[in-house]
């Protein structure tokens, strides 16, 4: 499984931005997705993840009411809304998918990652 992420960019604080998380290869619905990101000089960390329906969702809590993860397994594409952003969410943003259905928050349960894509929120 290949993982595309795309969609970052320069943006305002206050400003919206979604990524997207193309699936290609040897893909299948049942999996769970998820978005961490990691800034400089910190480590990865967890942002959001969504089960293989699509039906449970998790936030970080630094996150919780601005982002919104949804998929569309049709396209096998996870996405990441992003409102309210503000400077801290200065990241690089990797998409990851796991090999089960298991939606989780910590990094070891997801086999596949995407390349990242920066976003950078201006003050």
């Known amino acids: 499984v290949q993982l595309q992420a795309s969609g970052g960019g320069l943006v305002q604080a206050g400003g919206s931005l979604r990524l997207s998380c193309a699936a290609s290869?040897?893909?299948?619905?049942?999996?769970?997705g998820g978005w961490f990101r990691q800034a400089p000089g910190k480590r990865r960390e967890f942002v959001a993840a969504i089960s293989w329906g699509g039906g449970v969702t998790y936030y970080a809590d630094s996150v919780k009411g601005r982002f919104t993860i949804s998929r569309d397994n049709v396209k096998n594409t996870v996405y990441l809304q992003m409102n309210s952003l503000k400077p801290e969410d200065t990241a690089v943003y990797y998409c990851?998918?796991?090999?089960?259905?298991?939606?989780?928050?910590?990094?070891?349960?997801?086999?596949?990652w995407g390349q990242g894509t920066q976003v950078t929120v201006s003050s």
């Open positions: 290869g040897r893909t299948s619905s049942t999996y769970a």
């Open positions: 990851a998918a796991s090999r089960s259905t298991v939606i989780s928050r910590t990094m070891e349960e997801y086999a596949y």
